[in-house]
């Protein structure tokens, strides 16, 4: 399985940007795919999650702001980030789970300005 982030880049705070991970290889139905990030210095942290049935999960600081989202015909997977914050800026990774077995990708660097 390989996952592959895209999207990333520098944005003014209160811009928006979206990012998009697809994964390829032996993709089973039931998996769940998560955005996490990395600010230098930090340690990286569950921003969101989604299940292939729709069912979502966003971490306290990005709930309302960002969406999570997939299309599982091209086992892609969405993350709109609006109304961002110098805070956010980080790099994000996106992690597939099934059948209990981890994959990440190479994450891509979103930058926020003041």
């Known amino acids: 399985v390989q996952l592959q982030a895209s999207g990333g880049g520098l944005v003014q705070a209160g811009g928006s940007l979206s990012i998009s991970c697809v994964a390829s290889?032996?993709?089973?139905?039931?998996?769940?795919i998560r955005w996490h990030r990395q600010a230098p210095g930090n340690q990286r942290g569950l921003v969101a999650a989604?299940?292939?049935?729709?069912?979502?999960y966003y971490a306290n600081s990005v709930k309302g702001r960002f969406t999570v989202s997939r299309d599982n015909t091209k086992n892609t997977v969405y993350l709109q980030m609006n109304n961002l914050k110098p805070e956010d800026t980080a790099v994000y990774y996106c992690?597939?789970?099934?059948?209990?077995?981890?994959?990440w990708g190479k994450g891509t660097q979103v930058t926020v300005s003041s």
């Open positions: 992690n597939l789970w099934q059948r209990d077995m981890d994959y």
């Open positions: 290889g032996l993709i089973y139905s039931d998996n769940s």
């Open positions: 989604i299940s292939n049935g729709g069912t979502t």
